[in-house]
């Protein structure tokens, strides 16, 4: 019985054995195989190639290019030997250094320091040019490895670096398209997996995996380099001559609401960005607001025109002080006897007081929707983040003061888009477009999405339309913008002196701004120079301080785009009675 007893106990011993091996080998091997194959690779991630940004015509403004990170595996490298010149074995960390240390412009002693170690994976300098890791890889030092990688250059500079923004350490965007269009940019990454030793280097003849990575989308945007170089030059130019505090250029077309140019002082190089004031890395032109002053005139003699509440030739006897009939009184910039002025005559000259007079019947609440219509208080849609609305506040809460002052562009803010917006809404027939800075996307698979301007909103008649351009010529003809006159091309354009927020907030900064379009006859470009502070001493008014920056730049676009000079003399209205 006790023998019969100890052989069942084996055979059931025996049973159970037999079953487990057949579990592991049948049920568990493709499991134990894979965590097996787990233990000896590894992966890496293949990094995705950033889209590039262009401008209009193709030319480059960001891209990204090849770079290497150098790696070490300190134990693979302790063990690496070769012989030297004098036909002696030498290796190690000690030699490695020696013969990277030039190359990698790196210490010697320090370098040495980093190849030695236990560690099979670390960085020892990353950003490498392709030319010094083939320099690195043809010493066939054992232990020296590489990562594949990119660097973002932007070969254009500051010029439209305010616009093109700027990637931070990661690759992500940080600033202008880069950031707003950071998804697109970036693409899809991929991966790369190796067998390794159990020193942790890759085994040549190893199984790889390879998982392609997706390249971000192309951008082209609406932007002509060399107008954005040319507005950013004679912008620079004019600050330094009136000792000016900055300022911004913009030109945009009118027809389809593209911004050639968006260009401002101390605009950020994105190549070094920290080494710009970070006020000066995003796009002031989109964020900063300042009061319009006399260029929104225009806006008030819409208004009267539209409503059929004066003409152009509308006659009036204007004083250099005018007190309304709610008891405000308000001055024109200078002292003057009674001018006998039609309504042209009041604009051409920039008269407050004239305004005053001829807008004393336009009810209140026209007054504000007519500012509201020609898109104060809201923002463009432009492509660009930190965009402001401007300050246009409801009619409810304006003054007795303000619903006056709102006629000649005082008690409402703006930022220097919104101030040319108008303008071209102007030049457009009375059509407002939207302004826009990215044309087109192109996918990595080939396939264009090309920007839709969207809607176009009449705003006014083009009848009135092209009253105002008429009137608007006689500013640069007889009035006040003779310095923005371009010579073979009709202008019809407006000066402007107001007041902007200082750091403090408190506003006693000063604003020479010169806005207009042309061809007055046929519209083009509308563009729009704002120059902040300049000398009191020299001038403050925007005719000399902004008048020549905006003649200089419109010159130069109006010949690249090969936009024909005016042929017919203009027909003014009569500025006087």
Do not use: C
Request: glycine share 10%.
């Amino acid at each position: 019985m006790r023998t019969n007893w100890l052989v069942g106990m084996a055979a059931a011993v025996l049973v159970l054995f037999v079953g487990r091996l057949v579990w592991i080998q049948g049920f568990e091997a493709s499991a134990l195989a894979a965590e097996a194959y787990k233990q000896i690779t590894f992966t890496r991630e293949v990094q995705a190639s950033r889209g590039d940004i262009t401008d209009v015509n193709g030319v480059v403004m960001a891209t990204s290019v090849k770079r290497y990170n150098l790696t070490v595996n300190q134990r693979e490298l302790a063990k690496w030997t070769h012989k030297n010149e004098a036909d002696i074995e030498v290796g190690g960390p000690a030699e490695a250094a020696r013969l990277t240390s030039d190359l990698l412009d790196m210490n010697e002693a320090e370098l040495a320091a980093i190849y030695t170690g236990d560690r099979m994976f670390k960085y020892v300098k990353k950003g490498l040019l392709p030319e010094v890791w083939d320099a690195i890889s043809s010493l066939r030092i054992a232990g020296l490895y590489s990562e594949e990688t990119s660097q973002r250059v932007y070969p254009a500079g500051t010029v439209g670096g305010n616009i093109v923004g700027f990637v931070g350490s990661t690759g992500e965007g940080k600033a202008g398209i880069e950031s707003a269009f950071n998804e697109q940019l970036t693409g899809t990454p991929g991966s790369r997996t190796y067998e390794r030793s159990g020193t942790g280097h890759v085994i040549p003849a190893g199984k790889q995996t390879t998982v392609a990575a997706q390249p971000g989308d192309n951008i082209t945007l609406t932007i002509d380099r060399d107008i954005q170089y040319v507005a950013a030059h004679a912008l620079a130019q004019q600050i330094k001559k009136y000792g000016a505090s900055g300022g911004s250029a913009t030109v945009v077309d009118i027809p389809t609401g593209s911004v050639l140019a968006l260009a401002e002082s101390g605009s950020v190089d994105p190549n070094k960005p920290g080494a710009t004031d970070e006020s000066n890395r995003g796009a002031k032109s989109v964020s900063d607001v300042f009061e319009p002053g006399s260029t929104a005139k225009v806006i008030t003699v819409a208004a009267l025109l539209e409503t059929g509440l004066a003409t152009p030739k509308s006659k009036y006897t204007v004083p250099d002080r005018y007190t309304t009939s709610n008891n405000q009184t308000f001055k024109d910039s200078h002292d003057h006897e009674k001018e006998k002025w039609t309504l042209t005559g009041i604009l051409s000259n920039s008269s407050n007081t004239g305004t005053l007079m001829a807008a004393e019947d336009l009810p209140t609440q026209v007054r504000y929707d007519y500012l509201r219509k020609f898109g104060f208080g809201e923002k463009t849609g432009i492509e660009l983040a930190g965009e402001s609305r401007g300050i246009l506040h409801d009619v409810d809460d304006w003054d007795g003061r303000t619903k006056h002052a709102v006629l000649f562009g005082q008690g409402v803010s703006v930022t220097a888009l919104q101030a040319v917006d108008v303008f071209a809404t102007i030049g457009n027939g009375g059509k407002r477009v939207s302004p826009h800075l990215v044309q087109s996307i192109t996918s990595a698979d080939g396939t264009v999405t090309t920007k839709d301007a969207g809607e176009q909103t009449q705003v006014i008649s083009k009848e009135v339309a092209d009253q105002l351009l008429r009137m608007l010529e006689s500013t640069v003809i007889d009035g006040t913008g003779k310095p923005g006159a371009i010579p073979g091309y009709r202008v019809a354009a407006k000066t402007g002196t107001a007041q902007a927020a200082d750091a403090s907030g408190q506003m006693n900064d000063i604003v020479s701004s010169f806005i207009g379009v042309v061809p007055a006859e046929k519209p083009r470009l509308a563009i729009s120079v704002v120059i902040n502070n300049p000398s009191e001493r020299i001038s403050i008014y925007g005719g000399p301080v902004a008048g020549p920056v905006f003649a200089e730049v419109g010159s130069y676009a109006l010949q690249r785009l090969g936009v024909e000079p005016s042929t017919e003399s203009p027909k003014l209205y009569k500025e006087e009675w």
